[in-house]
């Protein structure tokens, strides 16, 4: 049972750089999110979508773009780094029968550092 | 706006002690609340979560958190601490709509001392 997988794990990157995260679920989910994690300041939300072809703005969307062509994959994208995008990327996702009662299934994250 | 407050950075508890992870919300209407747990270089896991119903919640590994609306807490508790429980506790909140996303405290280490 993969679950979300997320990839790379660890990446290393110049500022201006662009680069993509991939994450994939194979749980049928409609609801799937971008999250950061930064020290002392939890998980904020990028981008979220809820469902294929949809996507929308979350907590801190800026310097991000995010698409969601087909409903298993959700990619998320810099499109010239900058050393504030250093951070732990989580991909996760949701049932949309789960409703807002639903928790969330996470990957196991994606170190990225920006120089 | 929603948010969660978690208002210890660190909980120190001795094994086999009762442990006490503090956590108060803020929410427009009924909320939805969760715990998750994070253990090293790993992803976020879901612990319980509070919908309805009895404000005792249980949850995996023998934790249970209590829902007091007029607090507006959602302490996460257990009766004996466990070295293994040691990880980061993040307690989460979403309104009954469902129109917004699940907001997240800032997360509390427990170490948990043999």
């Known amino acids: 049972n993969a679950g979300v997988t997320q990839t790379p794990k660890f990446r290393v990157l110049k500022t201006g750089q662009s680069m993509t995260l991939l994450c994939a679920q194979d749980m049928n989910h409609e609801y799937m999110y971008w999250y950061r994690q930064d020290p002392g300041m939890g998980l904020r939300l990028i981008h979220y979508?809820?469902?294929?072809?949809?996507?929308a703005k979350g907590e801190v969307p800026d310097g991000y773009n995010v698409s969601r062509l087909k409903k298993q994959n959700f990619l998320l994208g810099l499109e010239s780094a900058a050393p504030s995008q250093t951070s732990v990327y989580f991909c996760a996702s949701s049932y949309l029968a789960g409703g807002p009662s639903g928790e969330l299934f996470f990957g196991e994250g994606s170190r990225l550092t920006v120089l | 706006a929603q948010s969660v407050a978690q208002p210890e950075d660190q909980v120190n508890v001795a094994e086999g002690n009762p442990l006490t992870v503090k956590c108060t919300y803020s929410v427009s209407g009924n909320p939805y609340l969760f715990w998750y747990v994070q253990y090293p270089n790993r992803g976020l896991q879901f612990l319980l979560k509070y919908i309805t119903g009895d404000n005792l919640v249980k949850g995996s590994y023998g934790f249970e958190a209590e829902f007091n609306k007029s607090q507006t807490s959602f302490h996460l508790k257990k009766p004996s601490a466990l070295v293994s429980d040691s990880a980061l506790y993040f307690c989460?909140?979403?309104?009954?709509?469902?129109?917004?996303?699940?907001?997240f405290g800032s997360g509390t280490r427990l170490q948990v001392q043999p």
């Open positions: 979508s809820v469902g294929e072809g949809t996507t």
């Open positions: 989460a909140v979403r309104d009954s709509t469902g129109r917004r996303a699940l907001t």
